[in-house]
């Protein structure tokens, strides 16, 4: 079985800090881990995926994360925030099923707010 | 290259009603999966289809069914509609074995 654990439901940044948004897995398979967000009334946009290469996973608008294995993490950051990133972040994991398939499990979402 | 398209966008429909939502993937991706997002529950995985066959199904009520077309767009289908499927129901397709794209969505809201 494959889980996620995304601490903090709510995020609050002044414009210009760091953005860190936090992701825990547990998988008892190689995991495949992406994180996706989501703006008001939107689908999920992919951000960055994990999938055993680079441990440090560059992704777009700035977004990177680190995969940890040891600590089982893969926590989603970025260096400088900006109003637009103001939206609802969320982690994922997948794996080989038997049989093949695509299939995520996601975290409870973290909604990042930024101030000026 | 064009994304996962959902139709409708919104819908609204009477308890005891059946609806049915589409989605055509990505040219070329085989794999459509439907996920259930409603604030309480979260993203729910329903059922994921590869070649016209479900591959992968989640853990909800026989009242939700899905197929798919040798074109590779999909259907899913809810009968007996409860307030409680009142959700935002979103498709993506994938390539197999790599990353998930996701539709807009649909908006059910279940009256």
């Known amino acids: 079985a494959q889980s996620v654990t995304q601490l903090g439901s709510h995020v609050s940044v002044s414009e210009g800090a760091l953005v860190l948004l936090r992701c825990n897995y547990s998988?008892?398979?190689?995991?495949?881990l992406f994180w996706y967000v989501q703006y008001p009334n939107q689908g999920l946009q992919l951000l960055l995926k994990?999938?055993?290469?680079?441990?440090l996973v560059k992704g777009i608008n700035g977004f990177e994360a680190e995969f940890k294995k040891s600590e089982t993490s893969f926590h989603l950051t970025k260096p400088s925030a900006h109003m637009s990133d103001a939206a609802e972040y969320f982690c994922?994991?997948?794996?080989?099923?038997?049989?093949?398939?695509?299939?995520?499990?996601f975290g409870t979402g973290t909604q990042l707010k930024v101030e000026l | 290259k064009a994304g996962v398209t959902q139709t409708p966008r919104y819908l609204i429909k009477t308890r005891g009603q059946q609806v049915t939502l589409s989605c055509s993937p990505i040219?070329?991706?085989?794999?459509v999966s439907w996920y259930q997002q409603t604030p309480g529950q979260g993203l729910q995985f329903l059922f994921e289809y590869f070649s016209e066959t479900q591959r992968n199904k989640g853990n909800f009520p026989g009242r939700f069914s899905g197929r798919q077309f040798s074109n590779s767009r999909s259907e899913m289908n809810v009968s007996t509609l409860e307030l409680g499927d009142s959700a935002l129901y979103l498709c993506?397709?994938?390539?197999?074995?790599?990353?998930?794209?996701f539709g807009q969505g649909t908006r059910l809201t279940v009256v």
């Open positions: 040219s070329g991706h085989r794999s």
């Open positions: 994922a994991v997948s794996g080989k099923l038997t049989g093949g398939g695509n299939k995520l499990t």
């Open positions: 993506a397709s994938s390539s197999d074995k790599t990353e998930a794209f």
């Open positions: 998988s008892s398979v190689p995991p495949y």
């Open positions: 994990y999938t055993s290469a680079a441990t």
